[in-house]
């Protein structure tokens, strides 16, 4: 798997809402930071157990991506985060931009950048 790939198999696998499937995208040491995580996701297993919860808040989950640049075993993209809560009470929608970087097919580091501000209190 490459960085364009990767990119695509991360997007996908949350709208499908596969925790599995995006922390088998991931190196052992593999690395996903969101500034709306508490602390950074390092492996397999804690990047599942931290987008698992994140996955219930939301239905109808769409990432179109706007753009996506790879040089090498990097990808940059610009995306969107369309979604309905779970709960029903609203929409959860956002841009953001994401930077992928693989070795050996896998992603050794998935660094999320957007405004936090419409979502800490």
């Known amino acids: 798997m490459d960085a364009r790939e ?7 696998a949350w709208e499908r809402g596969d925790a599995e499937g995006v922390a088998a995208l991931f190196a052992p040491d593999g690395r996903y930071e969101d500034p709306l995580f508490p602390e950074v996701l390092v492996g397999p297993d804690a990047i ?5 919860p994140a996955m219930a808040d939301f239905s109808d989950l769409r990432i179109p991506i706007r753009h996506l640049v790879c040089e090498g075993d990097v ?8 979604s ?6 609203g929409r959860f929608d956002f841009e953001f ?6 070795r050996d097919g896998r992603i050794t580091r998935l660094c999320e950048f957007f405004d936090t501000h419409p979502f800490v209190p």
């Open 75 to 82: 990808a940059i993209c610009e995306a969107s985060f369309l």
């Open 97 to 102: 931009a994401m930077v992928i970087e693989v």
């Open 84 to 89: 309905e809560l779970a709960s029903g009470e």
């Open 6 to 12: 990767a990119t695509r198999a991360v997007c996908e």
């Open 48 to 52: 599942r157990e931290g987008v698992a």
